[in-house]
């Protein structure tokens, strides 16, 4: 069965640079949602979207932004990157709020 | 204080032994409630939704008590490859998940 494809898988950037991450969910799920989790950390959620309308916002920094395409895929954008935005990124999708499905994550170091 | 808290652990049990993990949550407008397990450095994986009534799924049992606001995880037999960090999960209506900070199980020989 399809799962949520993220990439890129590794992504290395020096500080001040900018990255996009990309999430392609299940097919026919409406709800995507992206989380970061730093070393030993639980997941923090950052932003999801609802047939792509933003439908909540987390602990998301001024610097990152995020959208939903037409074909239901989703990007990351995060600029002036900064040591402390190393971590795992992972999205997740699911269909009318029921049990979601992360993908396995972009592992992301500032350098 | 988090909304959703766990006992973070380890547990460190042998192969073969009962462990119960419990989760606490704060909101009392939480509608849905899931277990999920994540490996060291991997995605969370959805392990089981929790209902009222409990379920179960093989080895594994899963129990909700909303008046207490609280659920849990029971793991029969443990076997060497339950070692894992388990993540209680919840949402409301606002459709984002939120996990608890995880509970690390280490089976050993």
């Known amino acids: 069965a399809a799962g949520v494809i993220q990439s890129p898988r590794h992504l290395i950037k020096e500080k001040r640079e900018t990255a996009t991450l990309k999430c392609y969910p299940i097919?026919?799920?409406?709800?995507v949602y992206w989380y970061q989790q730093g070393p030993g950390q639980d997941p923090q959620f950052l932003i999801s979207?609802?047939?792509?309308?933003?439908?909540d916002k987390g602990s998301i920094p001024d610097r990152f932004s995020a959208q939903q395409f037409s074909d239901y895929h989703s990007e990351l954008n995060m600029s002036s990157l900064e040591l402390g935005d190393s971590a795992l990124y992972f999205c997740?999708?699911?269909?009318?709020?029921?049990?979601?499905?992360f993908g396995q994550g972009t592992r992301l170091t500032v350098v | 204080r988090k909304e959703v808290e766990q006992d973070p652990g380890p547990f460190n049990v042998p192969e073969g032994a009962t462990v119960a993990f419990n989760c606490t949550y704060s909101?009392?407008?939480?509608?849905?409630f899931f277990w999920y397990r994540q490996d060291c450095r991997k995605e969370p994986k959805l392990l089981m939704s929790?209902?009222?009534s409990g379920n179960e799924d093989g080895r594994f049992t899963a129990q909700l008590n909303r008046a207490s606001q609280y659920i849990s995880l029971l793991i029969r037999d443990s076997k060497l490859s339950d070692s894992a960090t388990y993540l209680c999960?919840?949402?409301?209506?606002?459709?984002?998940?939120?996990f608890g900070t995880g509970t690390r199980l280490q089976v050993f020989p």
């Open positions: 997740a999708s699911s269909f009318l709020n029921t049990e979601a499905f």
């Open positions: 097919p026919r799920h409406d709800t």
């Open positions: 979207f609802y047939e792509k309308m933003q439908s």
């Open positions: 909101n009392s407008a939480s509608q849905s």
């Open positions: 929790v209902y009222s």
């Open positions: 999960v919840v949402t409301r209506d606002t459709d984002k998940l939120i």
